[in-house]
C-alpha cells in the first residue's frame, strides 16, 4: 500500500510540475503607433496593435489602463488560445484639449510571462484654430 501511495505522490507531482511550466507568451508586431500629423477637425483617430500568444497556455489580458481620458483601448476580454492571434484597438481623441504633439501609453496587464505590456501612441494634431491661422497657397 505504501507503494502505491508513494506512486501517486510522484505521478501528481509531476503533473503538477508540468502544467506548471506551460505559460502564456504576449508577443506584439509592434508596440509602437505613429499618427503622424493630422487636424483636430478629422475626428478620433484610431490604430490596432496586433499580437500573437506565442506561449503553450491560453493567454489573459485582465486589464488595459490608458496614460489619460483622452486615450480609449478596446481589446478581447476571452482566453486567447496558444498560437492564436488577438488585437488591442486603441481610439486617440484630443479634440479641444490636446493640440500638438502627444505622446501617449497604454498598459496591460496579462498572465503572459511578461505581465506587464506596454503599448504608446504618438502624433501631432493640428488643432482648428491654428489650422484657421495658417496662409494658405495662391496659385
Request: proline content about 5%; hydrophobic content about 35%; charged content about 20%.
Amino acid at each position: 500500500m505504501k507503494k502505491i501511495s508513494v506512486l501517486i505522490v510522484m505521478l501528481m507531482t509531476s503533473i503538477v510540475s508540468m502544467l506548471a511550466q506551460q505559460q502564456a507568451v504576449i508577443s506584439f508586431e509592434k508596440v509602437t503607433h505613429d499618427f503622424g500629423t493630422f487636424n483636430e477637425s478629422d475626428g478620433p483617430v484610431k490604430c490596432t496593435f496586433t499580437f500573437t500568444n506565442t506561449g503553450d497556455a491560453p493567454l489573459l489580458i485582465h486589464q488595459a489602463m490608458s496614460s489619460c481620458g483622452c486615450t480609449v483601448p478596446a481589446y478581447t476580454k476571452t482566453p486567447i488560445m496558444p498560437g492564436e492571434k488577438g488585437e488591442i484597438k486603441v481610439t486617440y481623441n484630443g479634440r479641444g484639449k490636446f493640440p500638438g504633439h502627444f505622446k501617449k501609453t497604454v498598459t496591460l496587464h496579462t498572465n503572459s510571462v511578461t505581465e506587464l505590456v506596454r503599448l504608446y501612441i504618438e502624433g501631432n494634431m493640428i488643432s482648428d484654430k491654428q489650422q484657421k491661422e495658417e496662409p494658405t497657397e495662391k496659385e
